[in-house]
């Protein structure tokens, strides 16, 4: 199957530092991917959906000058969260779709971020 | 509400007994189902997308319940190796953005 790759998979970092984190979409041209953030026990809250070369589209809620992301091609999305504050501590995951009309998704392999 | 919802549990059961998780959903245009198993801190993989007809994979049953809004799995003979977070996952809307919404999640253990 499709394999999407993401890292790092564990961020520790300091308050005020960026963070990027890179998702890679290994085996196939991924014309979209999103962006989710799962706190412990809670479901993944989907933060934004960027599309190759255009900017993304940040839901309701998600600053989108704190998580900038970029999709430079199609194999290759970042999220960088700037300035990051220990409330922004939480399992990153990205994931990637193609035309395939089914809807189904391909999900990198997560970052627990943990900032101090 | 939320947009889709589902009990946490967890669901404590013994190795060889037969589970069922259940999931509402409020967007009556959504098109599309799936499960989704979690494994602690790791990504989500895909278990089985669910049609009106039902269908079954092995050991896992799924139901799809429009009028309801409502969708279930059915996991027999359970295994040690089916503990995980159980996803349901419904997408945003009637068009196909590949934009999926994510229940809470289900946990289940299976006890020797």
């Known amino acids: 199957g499709a394999v999407v790759s993401q890292h790092p998979s564990r961020v520790i970092c300091k308050s005020g530092t960026s963070v990027k984190i890179e998702c890679r979409s290994l085996?196939?041209?991924?014309?979209?991917m999103f962006w989710y953030r799962q706190f412990p026990k809670q479901s993944l809250m989907l933060m934004a959906t960027?599309?190759?070369?255009?900017?993304?589209?940040?839901e309701q809620g998600v600053e989108k000058d704190k998580f900038l992301i970029n999709h430079a091609s199609l194999t290759l999305s970042t999220l960088t969260v700037t300035s990051a504050h220990p409330e922004d501590s939480s399992f990153y995951i990205c994931?990637?779709?193609?035309?395939?009309?089914?809807?189904?998704?391909?999900f990198g392999s997560g970052t627990q971020l943990s900032v101090l | 509400r939320k947009e889709v919802e589902q009990d946490p549990g967890p669901f404590n059961v013994p190795e060889g007994a037969t589970v069922a998780f259940n999931c509402t959903y409020s967007n009556s245009a959504s098109q599309s189902f799936f499960w989704y198993r979690q494994d602690c801190r790791k990504e989500p993989k895909l278990l089985m997308s669910v049609y009106s007809s039902g269908n079954e994979d092995g050991r896992f049953t799924a139901q799809l319940n429009r009028a309801s809004q409502y969708i279930s799995l059915l996991i027999r003979d359970s295994k040690l190796s089916d503990s995980a977070t159980y996803l349901c996952v419904v997408n945003g809307g009637s068009s196909n953005t590949g934009k999926l919404i994510f229940g809470q999640g289900t946990t289940l253990q299976v006890k020797p």
């Open positions: 960027s599309n190759e070369g255009s900017k993304a589209t940040y």
């Open positions: 994931s990637a779709s193609w035309d395939s009309g089914d809807e189904k998704l391909f």
């Open positions: 085996d196939f041209q991924a014309t979209t």
